[in-house]
């Protein structure tokens, strides 16, 4: 760890251990009165707290409330299946639960703070301090994060009646069957105060850390496991390498504020520092084939999955001024590096957003803004790995990192067609504007293999954005809202691939976007909002012949296409049936459907093909509309219902499906050896493909409690959960998980 390292850790460090501990936080507000706070029963579920103070249970008048709640339980948890996806941020061990929350305040100074054992896993914490001088957020969460994990089951080549399909990819797992998960400490500190009566200064420290295990997972290319495993079916393969890898990454960012308000100016600079360390197990693999340039060398321990540890440093100056009574001016120029310390590479980047707002005329307000981002990188000066990777000491066997500059300008406007005059409906109201981008590249040139230097170079993407708008308050009760959008775009990016020159891209040339929505309240104990919305995206472009040493240009030009079609809908609604009874309820759908040309199959000789020596045979490219659609829709009910003045009833019932998939097309009748060799002809065998990328799964939560006041001060409760998760693709990620929570509440 070097000094910046050094010093930023130790200022983190020395505030983690001051005030408190606690969770994800905002920005510090005013304080509220002390009289303003309450608090009530706890658990709505595993993790939520009810906002209802005891008084309402108790009978009790708001005066009467006290400002330290202390509250203990114990969960009982019983588990089914796979742990991945029902305990994904909490331990499924049973354990104890507590909680203390207090809220301490002399009239001039306030102290709001709490401490929350979840389980065995998990731990939350907060502080909060307003004094005449200084205000302080503090927050820690410390919880368990499981990740997912691949057998890779459906690759065997060695499985006697494995098809030809699987034979172009083997794998070993090491430790198959073993779930993976980090432990995550995440810190983050706001403190403000006042240097002067125009002079402010802020102090944020934010850090996270992350240690655990990960499934590691690495791809060799023209593998041939007899090499290295005597007896081993012999092919040259692509090989996946998967096994545990120890991880301990360690993030911390300081950055000190200090701003400035003289009348109509407002000025403010901050510095941000982050750091990130790591102290990561090694893990390695080898290779068989080394015969290209900057390949590793073959039968040697090769390192892979290596986080590099990097230093980011950013100067930020922001500007606020009224120009005149109805000009404003606003401006944002920054200035920054990332340096990666394993390689001795840096990124730099440089930018600025400037805005000038103007309402002279009533009803009428208008912006227009320029902004520009700028980043560019140098190559490596070290190269730690170089006597494992050929012609690794070399600069130019490595591709100068892509530099790009994005500059944007445009305008918007909002009109209020009442406020200036005219005779329409004061709720009513548009907005609309335009925008124009250009995506500048450097180094963004691409060699295709074996094809007498030819390269691709990506050309530069123009956008033009168009945004309009209309909204209507028609009553105090009831608002809607129309939206659209349009992006033009001019060549956005694409990917290439370097055996064969073949182009593909999920970005669109157009986009339309539609959105329509609102809110309706027609009493106080109703209220229903709806949003519904259409997005189309398309790309459909032409390009030349790149490389006419591949069948796979036989056409010419080829051409790069889809359409993509979304509609997302959210409805929920509220209703108060009495006093006692609260109901809510929500829907949300969102359905994604994608038509894309793609090329699968590969037309690259290097000359050895051999059916006999790969164990399998390699198809010829073609090229196909794929079809692809995804669901996901959730419906949830929730009800609170206080049945007497001590014993209050809540539960929910939530329910969600997910469904992605694709449909292959028809394989190609004929599929013709590139080698021209005897033996060649096959019909490629695409029917695996949809079922390795099945999405199908069901889940269920349900919640269920009752809260009843024993006494004066003194609450039991008692809880119950459940989350099914239902996995009926296959991946062996489904489970159930059953909770019971019992416990009291004291209130002192």
């Not at 034979?167 to 430790?175: A, D, F, P, W, Y």
């Amino acid at each position: 760890m070097n000094l910046r390292h050094r010093l930023i850790a130790a200022v983190a460090l020395a505030l983690w251990a001051g005030p408190s501990l606690g969770a994800a936080s905002e920005e510090t507000r005013d304080a509220p009165p002390a009289q303003e706070r309450v608090y009530g029963l706890v658990f709505g579920d595993w993790w939520a707290r009810s906002q209802n103070p005891p008084s309402e249970v108790r009978g009790q008048s708001d005066d009467e409330a006290y400002p330290i709640v202390l509250r203990g339980g114990y969960w009982s948890i019983h588990h089914e299946g796979s742990p991945v996806k029902t305990g994904e941020f909490q331990s499924l061990s049973s354990s104890p639960f507590w909680d203390a929350d207090g809220l301490l305040s002399d009239g001039s100074r306030t102290l709001d703070f709490f401490a929350t054992g979840t389980d065995e896993d998990g731990n939350k914490a907060g502080l909060t301090y307003y004094g005449p001088g200084l205000s302080a957020k503090v927050d820690y969460d410390r919880y368990l994060r499981r990740l997912d994990r691949d057998a890779f089951t459906n690759f065997d080549p060695n499985a006697p009646a494995s098809p030809t399909s699987q034979r172009v990819l083997n794998r070993t797992v090491l430790h198959a069957g073993d779930d993976y998960a980090f432990r995550v400490q995440d810190f983050d500190a706001r403190f403000k105060g006042h240097l002067a009566d125009n002079l402010k200064w802020r102090l944020n420290v934010w850090g996270i850390r992350r240690e655990g295990e990960r499934q590691a997972q690495k791809l060799g290319h023209c593998f041939n496991e007899s090499q290295l495993t005597p007896g081993a079916p012999t092919g040259s393969r692509c090989h996946i390498l998967a096994q545990p890898q120890r991880i301990d990454w360690a993030t911390v960012e300081l950055e000190p504020v200090i701003e400035a308000n003289l009348d109509y100016f407002t000025v403010e600079y901050s510095r941000t520092m982050r750091a990130l360390d790591q102290h990561d197990q090694v893990v390695t693999r080898q290779y068989t084939n080394a015969s290209h340039t900057g390949w590793p060398v073959a039968f040697t321990d090769v390192p892979y999955n290596f986080t590099t540890e990097n230093y980011t440093e950013i100067d930020r100056i922001k500007i606020g001024a009224d120009l005149t009574d109805y000009t404003k001016f606003y401006g944002l120029a920054f200035v920054g590096n990332t340096q990666n310390e394993y390689r001795g590479t840096h990124r730099y980047f440089n930018g600025f957003d400037l805005r000038l707002t103007n309402d002279a005329i009533d009803g009428v307000t208008v912006t227009g803004y320029g902004k520009r981002i700028n980043e560019h990188n140098r190559l490596p000066t070290t190269f730690p790995e170089s006597d494992l990777v050929q012609g690794g000491d070399s600069i130019a066997d490595y591709h100068h990192p892509v530099n790009y500059e994005k500059t944007a300008a445009g305008v918007k406007g909002k009109w209020r067609p009442a406020e200036s005059g005219w005779n329409a409906p004061r709720g009513l109201s548009f907005n609309g504007g335009y925008e124009y981008a250009l995506i500048d590249r450097a180094y963004a040139e691409y060699e295709i293999e074996d094809s007498g230097d030819r390269t691709f170079v990506q050309p530069n993407t123009r956008i033009h954005e168009f945004q309009a708008g209309t909204a209507m308050r028609w009553s105090a009760c009831w608002d809607t809202y129309l939206r659209y959008r349009l992006r033009l775009i001019d060549d956005p990016i694409f990917g290439m691939r370097a055996t064969n020159g073949d182009l593909n891209t999920n970005q669109p040339e157009q986009t339309h976007l539609i959105e329509i929505g609102g809110t309706w309240m027609p009493a106080e104990n109703f209220l229903v909002t709806a949003t519904f919305g259409i997005e189309d995206r398309t790309h459909h472009s032409l390009h030349d012949n790149l490389n006419n040493a591949y069948s796979v240009f036989e056409t010419n030009p080829r051409a790069t296409a889809f359409d993509e079609t979304s509609y997302p809908i959210v409805i929920t609604a509220w209703y108060a049936a009495t006093q006692k009874l609260s109901l809510s309820a929500g829907y949300a759908v969102y359905t994604n459907w994608i038509d894309q040309l793609i090329t699968l199959g590969d037309q690259y000789n290097d000359g050895v093909y051999n059916p006999v020596a790969r164990n399998y045979q390699e198809p010829q490219p073609a090229q196909d509309w794929w079809e692809y659609s995804g669901r996901a829709q959730v419906v949830n009910l929730g009800a609170t219902y206080a049945w007497t003045r001590r014993v209050r009833l809540n539960g929910g019932i939530e329910w969600g499906r997910s469904r992605n998939g694709f449909a292959s097309p028809p394989s190609p009748a004929i599929s013709q050896d590139p080698a021209g060799g005897a033996s060649g002809t096959q019909v490629p065998d695409w029917t695996l493909l949809p079922s390795l990328s099945d999405v199908i799964v069901d889940t269920t939560r349900i919640t269920a409690g009752v809260d009843y006041a024993l006494r004066e001060r003194i609450d039991l409760y008692f809880r119950y959960s459940l989350f099914d998760y239902d996995d009926e693709a296959g991946t062996g990620l489904g489970g159930t998980t059953h909770g019971f929570l019992g416990g009291l509440s004291a209130v002192f």
